[in-house]
């Protein structure tokens, strides 16, 4: 199986254009006067260079180094700071109600569907109440579902792809309202490519935590 550390050494996962759903992000976010953004699972540092060029107070958390290496010597290269910190998405170093927004594309799907409810709890810890957030998961529409090795309902390690080895968990929206029950779901999405004849299918869904914002949010407790 890869580690992330072996699969950013690879030019295919070191992608530089930001995703059409954080651009789409910054204008709500500014509307909000957001400020403070977490990238969780930030890989090379796409969206970390990007938010960061429009001026947003950026964290990005990632377990593999070498892609926050690579972030690190992007930022320098543009003259742009960022806070980057290494470790599991499932154990999100920030304290509660820290930040306006966190955006999360094509990563917490690399878990059990437990260990995504997971990610999601630790995401709503950390959320002002208002935040926004704007996450990526993996449809049952795709051409790899039921590709490998079952280890749970929905949840196969993959033997195909340069990512073959990793868990992908693959949803529909019955388990998207579960996995988001504690949001208020904005919008939802369904991103489709072909490549050879082959369907990728993720869906793009934006949650915000309920409750009223305010300019003291970061010191209020559930």
């Known amino acids: 199986m890869p580690t992330w550390n072996e699969l950013f050494e690879q030019e295919e996962f070191r992608w530089k254009n930001p995703h059409e ?114 996450i990526s998961l993996q449809s049952t529409r795709g051409w790899r579902y039921g590709q490998g090795k079952t280890i749970e309902p929905n949840t196969f390690i993959l033997d195909v792809g340069a990512d073959a080895g990793v868990p992908h968990h693959y949803s529909d929206l019955v388990e998207i309202a579960d996995l988001f029950k504690h949001f208020a779901i904005r919008k939802i999405e369904q991103e489709e490519q072909f490549e050879e004849g082959k369907r990728h299918s993720h869906w793009q869904v934006l949650i915000e935590k309920e409750g009223k914002r305010s300019a003291n949010s970061a010191n209020e407790r559930e």
């Open 21 to 134: 759903q954080v651009v789409a992000l910054v204008p709500l976010l500014r509307e909000r006067s957001a400020q403070r953004v977490l990238d969780l699972g930030c890989g090379a540092g796409r969206h970390t260079v990007y938010l960061a060029r429009e001026g947003f107070d950026v964290c990005a958390l990632d377990i593999a180094e070498n892609g926050l290496a690579h972030t690190r010597e992007w930022l320098a290269r543009e003259k742009l700071s960022a806070e980057l910190k290494q470790g599991d998405i499932a154990q999100i170093p920030y304290p509660n109600d820290f930040f306006d927004a966190v955006i999360s594309i094509y990563v917490i799907y690399h878990k059990t569907y437990a260990g995504m409810q997971g990610v999601v709890a630790e995401i709503r810890r950390v959320l002002k109440r208002g935040g926004l957030a704007v």
